[in-house]
């Protein structure tokens, strides 16, 4: 059983993540809650996401969750934002259970994300 | 910077390597070809075993000027704790049941007080100052006359802080209250002299100062008054202090750390203070960092430094290659900052960003100039990747 508590993926994500940081958009969104920070931002297009961005106070885990996030939905349907959950992110990476709490933050913050996108895309009646 | 793959270990004052000579030593004693004997065993070879024991407890004797049989063998640190703590409270507390200690020290200390509490002892908790020194008044503010025991470390293992023992051991020794110091850390690595320091206990260990691990020592000063009860029963070893068959070969390597440590002692310490003025040298202008504990009060082997802004476990993370300590007490299941820190009036924040670089004998110019740009290259990689506070 290997003592290590980084996965060589969170090792990976956290060493280089790639999107890191801000666009220039109005659609982001800011959280804070469980000791972490997260804030994303993302530039929309199409009903598609084209690209999402994050900045991350937290630990290792939080910032590769952060990152894997990103790196999977560009490209993807804005409505799958709103359907995001983060037990994927807790099996893939992986998350160890203890640290639920910081990972749910993620999701709050990618579904409010959603909601912001989702509201911008509605025309006003 | 280039990059360099292969661990730095910058984690001193938890574990230092066993030098050459003592391995050597020491394996003298374990294989067949030599003498493997049991000291207790009355025989030619038990007789070389006892007085491999005696030269060694003589090299530890001579290093901290006191006679070798005051020196009782344990395993470590830890359980040198227990038994100066959990003994000297037990053998005096028909005298009077409160006890003294400080809020910084090390858990082998703080949890057999908070374990005599439960046995219905008073314990009083001293607060350090900002400097994590004690404040000398404080002491004598909680000095009572049902008071038996004061404990206090000499060199702090988060910090390097360095306590005052003269003056603190002379105020108990002047209410006739026992003065235990837990030296894990300072035993071959600072100048001790027992034969003045008013000093009743005094616990450590072979592994901080490059002797084997499993192998530490508790003095018991030869004054009315000073003695502990034993925690272990089973044989007559030790004057029935701490019976069991004495580990020979852990001994003679404490023995031998000790003649080196008393050897270069000077150097050592000239060594290790080079190398921490170049490292914080090196960070000091970084924005929001600063120092936990005062530099000028503490062993230039040890600096632990916080940073504002930065999560404690990405920083020791992005840290790596280093093997650093972080100030927390942070693990996948717990993220409570280290109590020390939070001790010295550190936030949460501040106390989960501390890191603790301690420097050794084999670290070189070199490697604090490569760690010095790796905690540069890590507080700026997580400060751009940090948001700002959420409203």
């Not at chain 1, 508590?5 to 982001?28: I, K, N, Q, T």
């Not at chain 1, 998350?95 to 959603?114: C, H, Q, W």
């Not at chain 2, 604090?368 to 506070?389: C, N, Q």
Request: charged share 25%; with cysteine; aromatic share 6%.
């Amino acid at each position: 059983m290997s003592s290590d508590p980084y996965s060589s993926r969170v090792r990976e994500l956290f060493r280089a993540p790639a999107h890191a940081g801000e666009l220039d958009s109005p659609l982001r969104v800011a959280v804070e809650d469980q000791g972490v920070r997260i804030s994303l931002s993302a530039e929309i297009s199409a009903g598609e996401v084209q690209a999402l961005r994050f900045q991350a106070w937290g630990c290792p885990h939080v910032i590769a969750a952060a990152e894997a996030f990103c790196a999977g939905y560009e490209g993807r349907p804005i409505t799958d934002l709103l359907e995001f959950s983060a037990s994927d992110l807790m099996q893939s990476l992986p998350v160890p259970i203890e640290k639920t709490g910081r990972i749910l933050v993620i999701e709050d913050a990618v579904r409010s994300l959603g909601s912001t996108v989702r509201d911008a895309s509605t025309p006003d009646d | 910077m280039a990059e360099r793959t292969e661990l730095l270990y910058l984690d001193y004052a938890a574990s230092t390597p066993v030098e050459p000579w003592v391995a050597e030593a020491m394996s003298a004693l374990m294989t067949a070809d030599g003498n493997y004997a049991n000291p207790s065993s009355t025989h030619s070879e038990g007789r070389r075993s006892v007085e491999h024991i005696a030269h060694a407890a003589g090299q530890l004797g001579s290093l901290l000027n006191t006679d070798a049989d005051r020196l009782i063998w344990t395993s470590g640190a830890t359980e040198s704790d227990n038994l100066a703590i959990f003994g000297a409270a037990r053998y005096r507390q028909e005298r009077g049941r409160h006890l003294i200690t400080m809020r910084t020290e090390h858990k082998a200390v703080t949890d057999p007080f908070s374990a005599l509490e439960k046995e219905g002892f008073e314990v009083t908790w001293l607060d350090p100052e900002e400097d994590g020194l004690l404040d000398i008044s404080k002491l004598e503010a909680a000095l009572r006359d049902d008071t038996q025991l004061v404990s206090i470390m000499h060199i702090n293992n988060e910090t390097g802080v360095t306590q005052d023992l003269g003056t603190l051991g002379a105020i108990c020794r002047e209410r006739d209250v026992l003065f235990h110091v837990d030296a894990a850390q300072s035993v071959g690595k600072l100048p001790i002299d027992l034969a003045a320091l008013p000093v009743d206990l005094m616990s450590m260990t072979a592994h901080k100062v490059y002797g084997p691990k499993g192998i530490g020592a508790l003095y018991i000063a030869d004054r009315p008054g000073v003695h502990v009860e034993p925690l272990l029963y089973g044989g007559g070893q030790q004057r029935r202090l701490r019976p069991g068959t004495l580990p020979a070969q852990q001994i003679v390597g404490f023995g031998a750390a000790a003649a080196i440590a008393q050897s270069r002692m000077t150097d050592d310490l000239r060594h290790l203070a080079k190398l921490r003025e170049r490292f914080w040298s090196g960070v000091r202008d970084i924005l929001g960092v600063m120092t936990n504990g005062a530099m000028e009060s503490a062993f230039p082997g040890i600096l632990n430094i916080s940073i504002e802004g930065l999560e404690g476990e990405s920083l020791l993370l992005a840290l790596e290659p280093l093997c650093v300590a972080t100030g927390s007490a942070c693990n996948s299941k717990s993220q409570e900052p280290s109590y020390v820190l939070r001790a010295l009036g550190r936030s949460d924040d501040l106390a989960q960003s501390a890191i603790r670089f301690s420097f050794g004998r084999p670290t070189t110019v070199a490697d604090v100039d490569f760690a010095v740009e790796r905690y540069k290259d890590a507080v700026e990689k997580l400060r751009d990747i940090a948001p700002g506070r959420a409203a």
